[in-house]
């Protein structure tokens, strides 16, 4: 683009989806790794701002020690006739695509989760500071939201400087996400998609609802209504609903009609408030997953920050790989924390009384949504780490899903003859289009798996008092 002929390293969408890996980078800043990172937009005043000044504190670029990782932080505050608050989650999910238009420059997540990375090429061709980042960011910023009239940029790698805003800016995405609460599905005419991730995800369309946040998190109903009002022809747009096909599951004429046409075709039906059948698609900037546990007929959930194997065995990498990409997985459902504190929260599966695992971080941010007769039924990992001492937490528990266990075993004596309960000719007894298992420290990824069983045996499961007696 002409307008960065100052710039050392190329600037275009080409580069969006652009992944460095460790190798190649010169350095990494906040990520999985670092603790505390943070984008965030902010409305000022025009008093209150210096345009197209950028400020850093801490190290900057070049006095970075190479493949080191870093706190880091950025605060964009802008100010315009125009602009609102309400418009500050917009122009902060805006961040991670205009900083993927640059040559060598990687920006993962969004909020409290950004991860970039810079290429050692685009650090030697002269991508060494900020300010050049800021200069490209102020342009982009300008160019395609007009309403913006005058901005600056500060970036933040002091540790210490970091943490006191991190806490700060939690608090702000707090307030906001609680503002967007109370808005039902049902009392509005319009949902909104979003597909600034179909860079890495092309066949990914985020489908945004009074109650069913964007799987990153940062984008309610409401920015979405205020994305698509400043910039109609942009990645946020309007989704007329249409006719409600299924008022259980969520399946709407006019959000089938827009993801076909937005995936070219290759998602044609999406059900939002299920983990089955054609659950929502998911590119990779979700805040969590939650997950299928076919042992105990329940979910567990796993956030982008945990660091241990969740109690399937599985790491959060493993599982975040099964519903990335856009596409639709049985059982793997890509989610917001926001969504997590929902009525419509998987509503069509039985919502928390399926939920059986999540982190004990998660279960307290979350912990006054879900209803009091469940959060102490609802292992962690302090309490579970393993499917054998989950099943056990459960049935000492009372965990609703235990009920479940005993009609499916009802069901399936009942189906079969006696004579053949024990030993049957092998059917398929889990089906999956993919199926990951970890063993051994290797990812085996099984496509399109029938797994059969020759024998299947049910047994009724005594309890201990009954063992005792």
């Known amino acids: 683009m002409s307008m960065f002929k100052d710039i050392p390293v190329d600037v275009g969408v080409i580069y969006?989806?652009?992944?460095?890996?460790?190798?190649?980078?010169?350095v990494e800043l906040g990520g999985p790794d670092i603790k505390e990172k943070f984008e965030l937009a902010r409305v000022r005043k025009p008093e209150e701002i210096e345009d197209e000044k950028v400020t850093i504190i801490g190290?900057?670029?070049?006095?970075?020690?190479?493949?080191?990782?870093?706190?880091?932080?950025?605060?964009?505050?802008?100010?315009?006739?125009?602009?609102?608050?309400?418009?500050?989650?917009?122009?902060?999910?805006?961040i991670h695509a205009y900083c993927n238009f640059i040559e060598g420059l990687m920006h993962l997540n969004q909020r409290y989760d950004i991860w970039l990375r810079l290429s050692k090429k685009s650090f030697q061709k002269g991508l060494n500071s900020f300010?050049?980042?800021?200069?490209?960011?102020?342009?982009?910023?300008?160019?395609?939201?007009?309403i913006i009239e005058k901005m600056q940029i500060t970036f933040i790698t002091d540790a210490g400087k970091v943490k006191a805003l991190y806490d700060e800016a939690l608090q702000i995405y707090d307030a906001r996400d609680a503002k967007a609460r109370g808005l039902k599905d049902e009392e509005v005419d319009k949902f909104y998609g979003c597909i600034l991730c179909q860079s890495f995800a092309p066949t990914h369309v985020c489908v945004i609802t009074p109650q069913r946040y964007s799987n990153c998190g940062a984008i309610s109903w409401f920015d979405g209504r205020a994305a698509a009002s400043i910039d109609p022809k942009g990645p946020v747009f309007t989704i007329e609903k249409g006719e409600l096909i299924d008022p259980v599951k969520g399946e709407f004429s006019g959000v089938n009609e827009v993801v076909k046409k937005k995936s070219?075709?290759?998602?044609?039906?999406?059900?939002?408030y299920t983990a089955f059948g054609y659950p929502h698609t998911s590119c990779g900037c979700f805040e969590g997953v939650a997950f299928y546990i076919p042992e105990v007929d329940g979910f567990g959930i796993m956030h982008r920050g945990f660091k241990d194997?969740?109690?399937?065995?599985?790491?959060?990498?493993?599982?975040?790989?099964s519903t990335a990409g856009g596409r639709q997985i049985d059982g793997f459902h890509g989610i917001s924390i926001e969504y997590m504190r929902s009525p419509k929260f998987l509503s069509a599966d039985g919502g928390w009384s399926r939920v059986v695992w999540l982190p004990k971080e998660v279960k307290e941010r979350v912990k006054n949504f879900i209803p009091k007769e469940l959060v102490d039924k609802i292992a962690t990992e302090e309490e579970a780490k393993t499917i054998d001492e989950?099943?056990?937490?459960?049935?000492?528990?009372?965990?609703?899903?235990?009920?479940?266990?005993?009609?499916?075993?009802?069901?399936?004596?009942?189906a079969a003859p006696a004579e053949e309960r024990?030993?049957?000719?092998?059917?398929?007894?889990?089906?999956a289009s993919t199926l990951p298992i970890a063993a051994g420290g290797f990812k085996i990824i099984l496509k399109d798996a029938k797994i059969y069983a020759k024998r299947v045996i049910i047994r009724q499961e005594k309890s201990e008092k009954t063992e005792k007696r």
């Open 16 to 26: 969006e989806g652009e992944r460095i890996r460790r190798k190649d980078m010169h």
């Open 131 to 146: 300010e050049l980042i800021g200069k490209v960011l102020f342009r982009l910023f300008k160019s395609e939201l007009p």
């Open 309 to 321: 194997i969740a109690v399937n065995g599985l790491p959060f990498s493993t599982v975040a790989d």
């Open 59 to 94: 190290p900057d670029i070049k006095d970075m020690k190479e493949n080191g990782s870093y706190p880091f932080g950025i605060l964009v505050e802008v100010a315009g006739e125009k602009l609102e608050q309400e418009l500050e989650g917009v122009i902060e999910r805006r």
């Open 264 to 272: 070219l075709g290759e998602v044609t039906r999406v059900w939002l």
């Open 422 to 431: 024990e030993e049957a000719p092998a059917m398929p007894v889990i089906t």
């Open 390 to 414: 989950l099943k056990t937490f459960l049935k000492d528990h009372a965990h609703p899903v235990v009920e479940r266990w005993k009609e499916e075993a009802v069901a399936v004596e009942e």
